[in-house]
């Protein structure tokens, strides 16, 4: 028997948590997969739900959707209905939620599968997305386990968008979508004649869509349907179209219907029998892709086999070369398989979540998501890197985020984006000591070019231009924090946050100037990091505590003389992060961290949470007491607290602080929870919400990475420096060790930590391939070897 990992009445992780099977469709929200090759990319939820893009959610959209997570009820559906009794249901448990014997969903890394078993006939469906092309297949099996032949037959039903999502004006947008039949390839296709951006006059309304959308079938099909009234039926519904009450679909086609594909295949099935039939959506650019090549390259069961292994493989580059084994076994699942999958198909890629559908790249977003391809592809993080550089303006800020086709975006005036580019380039180039990273020429966004080096200069720079009278980092739009988005528009009030940031950015970019023999640079750099330390020190200490903000009218953000806000998370984190504590504040920050932050289901991003909304802070406060920003759990700030503990050597509360937020383990309370086990959620309810504990906006966050990164980094203690990697383990001391296998700087290392003595930190000894090393900095070795690394800690 399989061993069922985190089970809860909804399901568990099977084949060592590389997957999580869901047996009860009734989950407390939908459950989904986000699937993406990079280009192409779906989301398909539990209930067989979901959408499909290509390039961005927001911009190229080709099926339709629309955002409700309760009754989760539009999708790409397949119906199945025995001929001779008429009853239907569906290949997913919506939209028929016909009575079932039997249902299960696999979310896979790269897949989805659904087995559902319905009147004595078996359906397997496979969902995926083909690795480097445009397209996704539906691979459907359906075994007849009843004692007599049966009559079936197999029809698919979605909505065209094509284009922007979502369309506001749909019976607008509806006229100029042409879907058409093409019987000699099952298939049918798609065209819309208005495009979504300007033609190169800057004109709107007068281009067509650059894609031709195509839903295809394996088989003959005995009939299709391109009009949605044709198959729902005037005010009917999903659930009991109309066409299920037809012998065959009408096969309305045309620049006069509201456009929809469905395509119906016959299936006769003698007792015991299977049969498999594939299907494919997928859009080709009207340029350089052909639609018939697709469909025939795709639309086969040979095809899809093939392509099944293809995804596999795929995902297997990314996902694979790196691996822990510990006691924790939600931490291993999430750290192994997970949260990469997380960070780079859905963060990275698809962009689009059930709770938020993105368009574009963040500009501290995805640069901070990108750490997640150090170990397996620097190159990727690199390429990420580059991107975002680009984005800048000579004067060195940048764009809040931009779409992802055709760029543009807002100019942001938020104190921190901008600074995520010298900090992430510190990180990529820790990890592999590529500092031809820095010579790397990009252009601004207002015309000339730099080096990467001057980018991140022109960054800290511009940081240094927006200082207060008395030397603190000013807020302008907001920091780190979006919600705080009133505290410093007028470019008075300060982010003590962002001080503490931008002085660990200068530690470490210091010595790059350095290297580089910028003296002037570096002479301005040292001051700055001087009277950093000492302003924070002197205008940022509440007593027990650092203070967030200062508001443009200098009232205090996160301090004591607060009623509510008095307590904010990242001013503490980061000042043990930074370094700008001394040993008794440090340990006094995180005191009262342990004191009013941590509680039962991770870090609160505040204390007490705001009720009243305050036009002199932001909609941080607009939000109820207890959600998101204000007040909850916000999960991405949570990792860091791991980070800062473990700083301060405190093993059991980095531990607690990780375990709390690692989603597998709240498959205990999962009613409470509500969300996927298997990926991390935006946020939590924090304690003043009637529903504390709730996890909601899983998928589309950043603190996917940041929870693989303070695992591996901060707990397990491995870490890339410049001279090696530090092997510095901060464990709870019951473990007896754990093995962790990485790849750095062209070589695999396979560390085996001891901790006969129970210890939470300090290493004894080292050998590295049997031979005895001092200290705990490993070499690097560079010939793409193995190389066993035994740890002793005592
Ligand atoms: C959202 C934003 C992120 C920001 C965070 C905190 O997740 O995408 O950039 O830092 O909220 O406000």
Redesign the pocket.
């Known amino acids: 028997m399989e061993k069922k990992l985190f089970e809860s009445k909804y399901g568990y992780f099977a084949n060592g948590g590389r997957e999580y099977v869901i047996t009860n469709p009734k989950t407390p929200r939908p459950w989904v997969n986000v699937i993406s090759n990079g280009d192409y990319s779906m989301i398909v939820s539990h209930t067989g739900s979901g959408y499909s893009w290509r390039g961005n959610a927001g911009q190229n959209r080709i099926t339709r959707s629309f955002q409700d997570l309760i009754k989760d009820s539009w999708g790409k559906y397949v119906y199945i209905r025995d001929i001779d009794s008429k009853k239907f249901w569906s290949a997913a448990w919506k939209p028929v939620m016909a009575e079932y014997q039997e249902y299960e969903v696999v979310h896979g890394i790269g897949y989805s599968i659904f087995k559902h078993k319905v009147d004595n006939i078996l359906s397997t469906m496979k969902v995926f997305v083909v690795p480097n092309y445009p397209v996704e297949i539906m691979e459907i099996t359906l075994t007849n386990l009843d004692d007599k032949k049966r009559n079936l037959d197999i029809t698919t039903y979605f909505e065209w968008v094509l284009g922007n999502f979502p369309d506001e004006h749909r019976e607008f947008h509806k006229l100029f979508i042409n879907p058409t039949f093409d019987e000699g390839k099952n298939a049918i296709k798609a065209e819309k004649y208005l495009g979504q951006f300007a033609d190169e006059k800057g004109r709107h309304n007068n281009t067509s869509w650059e894609y031709i959308a195509f839903h295809a079938a394996s088989e003959r099909v005995k009939s299709f349907e391109c009009d949605k009234e044709s198959f729902i039926g005037m005010y009917g519904s999903e659930q009991n179209p109309q066409a299920m009450q037809m012998e065959k679909l009408m096969g309305r086609w045309g620049r006069f219907t509201d456009a929809i594909a469905s395509l119906q295949v016959e299936v006769s099935l003698d007792k015991g029998q299977s049969k498999t039939i594939v299907f494919t959506i997928g859009a080709a650019h009207i340029k350089d892709e052909k639609v018939d090549e697709l469909i025939a390259k795709f639309t086969s069961v040979e095809a899809a086999k093939e392509q099944f292994e293809e995804v596999k493989k795929f995902w297997s580059e990314f996902i694979d070369t790196e691996e822990i084994n510990t006691p924790d076994e939600a931490m291993n699942i999430m750290t192994n398989y997970w949260l990469k999958y997380q960070s780079i198909s859905c963060r990275l890629w698809g962009k689009s979540g059930y709770y938020q559908v993105s368009a574009g790249y ?4 995805q640069l901070q998501d990108s750490q997640i391809f150090l170990i397996n592809k620097p190159e990727l993080a690199r390429r990420q890197i580059l991107l975002h550089a680009s984005q800048q303006f000579n004067e060195g800020d940048v764009l ?2 931009w779409f992802t086709i055709r760029g543009g975006g807002p100019r942001t005036r938020c104190s ?2 901008l600074l995520w580019l010298p900090f992430i380039t510190d990180a990529y180039v820790k990890e592999t000591k590529d500092f031809s990273i820095y010579d790397e020429v990009v252009p601004f966004l207002d015309g000339g070019e730099a080096t990467l080096y001057e980018h991140c200069k022109r960054a800290i720079e511009r940081a240094y231009s927006k200082f207060s009278p008395r030397g603190i980092p000013l807020m302008g739009d ?7 988005s009133a505290v410093g528009n007028e470019w008075k009030g300060e982010s003590f946050w962002v001080a503490e940031f931008l002085y660990k950015i200068l530690v470490d970019f210091i010595k790059v100037s350095e290297m580089r023999e910028d003296y002037k640079f570096v002479e301005k750099t040292r001051d700055v990091i001087e009277n950093l330390k000492e302003a924070i020190n002197k205008y940022g200490w509440d007593g027990e505590w650092y203070l967030q903000a200062t508001t443009d009218g200098w009232e205090k953000v996160g301090s004591k003389e607060n009623e509510e806000g008095k307590i904010f998370l990242n001013p503490q984190l980061w000042a043990v992060i930074s370094g700008i504590a001394d040993d008794d504040r440090a340990k006094i920050a995180m005191d009262s961290v342990t004191k009013y932050l941590l509680k039962d289901y991770g870090a609160l ?1 505040l204390y007490p949470a705001y009720t009243k909304p305050r036009t002199d802070i932001g909609y ?1 406060t607009r939000y109820a007491p207890g959600l ?2 204000n007040g909850g759990v ?1 999960t ?2 949570a990792t860091w607290a791991v980070w800062a503990y473990a700083l301060m050597k405190d093993a059991e509360l980095a531990y607690e602080a990780y375990r709390r937020i690692c989603p597998p383990n709240r498959s205990k309370d999962i009613d409470k929870y509500m969300g996927e086990p298997y990926v991390t959620p ?1 946020n939590s309810d924090g304690p003043i919400s009637p529903y504390y504990g709730r996890g909601g ?1 899983t998928w589309y ?2 603190s996917s990475q940041w929870l693989h990164r303070v695992a591996t980094h901060w707990i397990l203690g491995v870490r890339p420096e410049i001279d090696g990697l530090r092997i510095d383990p901060c464990i709870p001391k019951e473990w007896d060790g754990f093995t962790y296998r990485r790849k750095f700087r062209g070589a695999t290392y396979v560390i085996e930590v001891e901790n006969k003595n129970h210890v939470s930190y300090g290493v004894k000894e080292i050998y590295v391939d049997g031979k005895a090393i001092e200290g705990n900095l490993i070499p690097e070795f560079n010939d793409e070897k193995e190389h066993h690394v035994k740890v002793i800690l005592g």
Do not use: P
């Open positions: 963040g500009y501290r977003d809040h985020w921190d984006d907001h920091d780190w924090n979006d919600g705080l991003l941080i998101r920003e916000y991405h700030a935006g906006w966050t950043g």
